[in-house]
């Protein structure tokens, strides 16, 4: 089973500031089969990101999602009030289990 | 417009059984794999199960393995998930999700549910 470790835990920045969050695997991510999903309380996820980069429909250019191997990363280039969520990286590389990582929590500095 | 409803959730004893049901709409249901997800309260996101596109194939997690089994019919555009001897620990909200890229077991989920509320308790 991979196991995927998101850091920071917590990310205070402000409004129009650029966010960097990582996610690590233990083991190499089939083909770059990594996820990425913003969640909002009391709400379903909301994926961003498919194959590391790949944008997902309707998602704003600001989101961009690079990496391969174990180390994958989501950035949002310049914070909105509403990119101010619980961000999840889930890796669907080969065969099951599919797993997440347990989320970063990006707050309003 | 891809609409997933779920339902069956609420309140069990620990030992007792549940089935949620996920109704889908808005796509050829037959040609995407769905999964289960769930989130215990003030927790991440954990993938519970996934069924093939054609019903043939399903994957659990350990933790409900031989407890939870995943099905779907076809027909109906209907996905359903039976829980026996539940635990304390399957305690969460249970979100259907809609994989992204076809009826394969390992995807990821581009369309969600709004989930429905597991609680075992005695």
């Known amino acids: 089973e991979i196991v995927l470790t998101q850091s920071p835990g917590t990310l205070s920045l402000s409004p129009g500031e650029r966010a960097t969050l990582s996610c690590r695997a233990s083991q190499s991510v089939t083909s770059s089969y990594l996820a990425w999903y913003q969640q909002k309380p009391g709400q379903a996820p909301r994926l961003l990101i498919y194959?590391?980069?790949n944008r997902a429909t309707g998602i704003p250019d600001r989101f961009s999602g690079s990496g391969s191997g174990t180390d994958f990363t989501l950035t949002i280039s310049r914070l909105e009030p509403e990119d101010f969520a619980v961000y999840c990286c889930?890796?669907?590389?080969?065969?099951?289990?599919?797993?997440f990582g347990q989320g970063t929590r990006l707050e309003i500095k | 417009e891809v609409q997933l409803l779920e339902s069956g959730g609420g309140l069990v004893q620990p030992g007792g059984s549940l089935r949620l049901s996920c109704a889908a709409s808005g796509f050829t249901f037959s040609n995407y794999a769905m999964s289960w997800v769930r989130q215990a309260p003030g927790k991440g996101l954990e993938w519970v199960a996934a069924?093939?596109?054609?019903?043939?194939?399903?994957y659990y997690v350990d933790s409900v393995k031989g407890r939870f089994t995943i099905s779907r019919d076809n027909s109906k555009n209907t996905l359903f998930l039976q829980m026996n001897s539940l635990r304390i620990e399957d305690t969460a909200v249970y979100f259907c999700?809609?994989?992204?890229?076809?009826?394969?077991?390992?995807?990821?989920?581009?369309?969600w549910g709004q989930g429905t509320l597991l609680t075992v308790s005695s």
């Open positions: 889930q890796q669907y590389g080969g065969s099951p289990p599919i797993t």
């Open positions: 999700a809609k994989s992204g890229v076809g009826p394969t077991l390992s995807h990821f989920f581009d369309y």
């Open positions: 194959g590391a980069s």
């Open positions: 069924i093939s596109g054609s019903g043939g194939s399903a």
